[in-house]
């Protein structure tokens, strides 16, 4: 894991904020509707540290176990952050990602929802829960694809009694962004849904007008990623 110095990591966190202000104005909506996750994936504690210390409270983990071995800590000085879990859910890390996540933004397949209603049950908590959908229909990705998504939406609210607070989407990076935030939307309209979670780095302004209440920035904020240590 890498460790940025905390200077030009709050630098960018004042500009990314400023940004999505903007995009916020600029589309005629409040700044305050758009939540920033601050994706710390791959980033020990001491990185994320200084990024708490300034106030920020929105983290989004790619891994259950990750997430698992450094948020603890970090909870216990900072006790109002609400974690994200914005990766692909194994069925076997449900117990645990309902005991540490405050939202799953990932749920994609009936077997993961079934579980994840079990354990809310079980433990008593209620995490907020997103669907992710599978806007550019790509094999290799996560999500539910679009044509299913009213079905299964239908099946996680009715047959296993989640409530579905938003939708989630990972576009292509290889097509413009805007279209797939677009579809997002659409389905969350007829859906009754009006959380979005959308937009990264390189395009979350481009996903503030269209409609997303949530964007995950990693790399803007903390700097480039060293996957070679995990």
């Given at each position: 894991?890498?460790t940025?110095?905390?200077d030009?990591?709050l630098?960018?966190l004042?500009?990314?904020?400023a940004?999505?202000d903007?995009?916020a ?6 700044p305050?509707?758009v939540?920033?996750v601050a994706v710390?994936?791959?980033f020990?504690?001491e990185a994320?540290r200084p990024v ?12 259950v176990?990750?997430?698992a071995e ?5 909870r216990?000085?900072?006790p109002d952050?609400?974690?994200?879990l914005i990766?692909?859910?194994q069925?076997?890390?449900v117990?645990d990602a309902?005991?540490?996540?405050d939202?799953i933004e990932?749920v994609?397949?009936e ?21 992710q959908?599978?806007?550019?229909e ?7 694809l679009?044509a ?6 239908a ?24 279209p ?6 659409k389905i ?12 990264m ?6 996903a503030?007008?269209?409609g997303?209440t949530h964007v995950?920035?990693g ?6 990623r ?5």
């Amino acid at each position: 894991m890498n460790t940025p110095d905390p200077d030009p990591v709050l630098s960018r966190l004042a500009r990314v904020r400023a940004d999505l202000d903007a995009a916020a104005k600029s589309a005629a909506r409040a700044p305050a509707d758009v939540t920033l996750v601050a994706v710390s994936k791959t980033f020990p504690g001491e990185a994320i540290r200084p990024v708490l210390t300034a106030g920020h409270r929105v983290f989004g983990e790619n891994k259950v176990q990750e997430a698992a071995e450094k948020w603890p800590a970090l909870r216990a000085d900072f006790p109002d952050v609400r974690l994200h879990l914005i990766g692909p859910l194994q069925s076997n890390k449900v117990k645990d990602a309902v005991a540490l996540f405050d939202v799953i933004e990932t749920v994609d397949r009936e077997k993961i929802a079934r579980r994840i209603a079990a354990e809310m049950a079980a433990q008593g908590r209620r995490p907020q829960l997103f669907v992710q959908i599978n806007t550019g229909e790509e094999a290799q990705k996560a999500g539910v694809l679009p044509a299913d998504a009213d079905a299964f939406l239908a099946a996680c609210r009715e047959t296993h009694g989640l409530e579905i607070a938003g939708l989630m989407c990972i576009p292509p990076a290889d097509q413009p962004p805007a279209p797939h935030f677009a579809l997002l939307a659409k389905i969350a309209e007829r859906n009754g849904i009006v959380r979005l979670s959308m937009g990264m780095s390189a395009d979350y302004e481009t996903a503030v007008q269209f409609g997303a209440t949530h964007v995950r920035v990693g790399s803007a904020i903390f700097g480039p990623r060293d996957y070679s240590s995990g």
